[in-house]
Structures are given as C-alpha cells and as structure tokens.
C-alpha cells in the first residue's frame, strides 16, 4: 500500500533553513496524476497548506509562505523535499507529507514535529 | 486566502446525528466540487472520509455523509459512537489553485 514518511531535524534555529524529506513507498513518484503536497498544522493557525510539486518540476505554493518556499523531486530516490527559509517562532508545527490525486489527499505520512528555537 | 469556517465543537450521545458545517465562498467551497472532509484523531495524520463533497472512499463508514448548498458543505455522522469523538477539518481547492483547510470542528461524545 502508499505509505509516506516524512523525515529531519526536528529542531531548527530562528533565521536558518528548515528541510524536510518524505520518502514515498508503494507509489512511484513519477507518476502523472499526482502531486506530492507539505501541510503543516499548529494549535495558532490550525491545518495550512504549504505547496506542492509535480514530478515534472511544477510546483504551487500558499501565497502566505511561496516567498519562503521550495519543493523539488528526487525521482531516483522516490521522493520529495520541503525547504522552508527564514523560519521564525510562528514556523513551528507538525509537518506532513501527502499525495494529492484529482484535488484528493488520501495518503498523508505521519506526520513530524519541526520546533524552531534558538 | 482566508480558512473555512467551521463550529469549533459539536456534541451528541451515541445514537444520535450530527451535521457540521464548512462556509466559504464562491471562490472555493461554492465554486468547486473539491470539497473533502477529514477525520483527526490526537496524535495522529488527518484521515479522509469524504471527497469530491458527498464521496466516501472505501472502507469509510456508511454512517458518514456530506452535502453541499452554496457556499455551505456539511458533514453529518449518523449513529454517533465513542470512536467518533476526534477532530473535523472540511478542506476544499479553490480559484487561486491553492487550497485552504477549515478551522476544525472538536466533536464530543457524551
């Protein structure tokens, strides 16, 4: 079955770089009809979709965040990656990973704790 | 792009029905079919129960069910149970091809 897991430091300073893996198994990533999505959820601002990207190098991102944002592929390793720059205090949440399908998110990961503190 | 906007707690006793409610606007809940709704245990991803405003994918309880009117989605569960008390995020695209989240819904089981 589709399984996503999301994986990296689960600490980040002010200023600096937040990155974050999500290694996908039981779906090839290079697939056509979807898009690989980063959500991140915190008790301030609830469920926020981040962005997402296409394995062709599209991406769309939250205009709230998109000035802050990368995403990127790696088809060899099936799987994509977050960049989140200048992160601040209000950047720390619970980050998901999850496969979007005809405007559909039915696989998420399970989700990794990002704090960012000096 | 502002959140959707949900009641912040619904409650029932076992048995009975509940519907929550999802606002938008016509350029998102009223102006596509994109609407899902998603089940959130603590500590735990959100689950999807509902896509495309009134689908269920398999293995979703039948007690599970959704409606759209307007700028307005509804998620009713009916036969309230204990495993049900979680929380509730209606979630839907929209004309900025982006997508927004509803401000979640703590439903309680008495």
């Known amino acids: 079955q589709v399984q996503l897991q999301e994986s990296g430091p689960g600490l980040v300073k002010p200023s600096e770089t937040l990155s974050l893996t999500c290694v996908v198994s039981g779906a090839s990533i290079i697939s056509n009809e979807d898009w690989w999505s980063w959500v991140r959820q915190s008790p301030e601002k609830g469920l926020e979709w981040i962005g997402e990207v296409h394995h062709s190098g599209a991406t769309n991102f939250n205009p709230s965040l998109e000035s802050r944002v990368t995403m990127s592929v790696d088809k060899s390793k099936n799987q994509f990656s977050l960049n989140l720059n200048s992160v601040t205090v209000a950047d720390t949440a619970v980050y998901y990973c999850?496969?979007?399908?005809?405007?559909?998110?039915?696989?998420w990961g399970q989700g990794t704790l990002v704090t960012v503190s000096s | 792009q502002s959140a959707l906007t949900q009641p912040a707690s619904v409650s029932g006793s076992p048995g009975q029905s509940i519907t929550i409610s999802c606002t938008g606007t016509?350029?998102?809940?009223?102006?596509?079919?994109?609407v899902a709704w998603y089940q959130q245990h603590p500590g735990k991803a959100p689950h999807l129960i509902i896509f495309?405003?009134?689908n269920r994918p398999s293995g979703v309880s039948s007690r599970f069910s959704a409606s759209k009117s307007g700028n307005t989605a509804s998620l009713t569960i009916s036969g309230l149970q204990a495993e049900d008390e979680a929380d509730y995020y209606c979630?839907?695209?929209?004309?900025?091809?982006?997508?927004?989240f509803g401000t979640g819904t703590k439903v309680t089981v008495l």
């Open positions: 979630f839907s695209y929209t004309s900025s091809t982006i997508y927004v």
């Open positions: 016509s350029s998102d809940v009223g102006g596509y079919n994109h």
């Open positions: 495309h405003v009134s």
């Open positions: 999850a496969r979007g399908r005809d405007f559909t998110w039915g696989y």
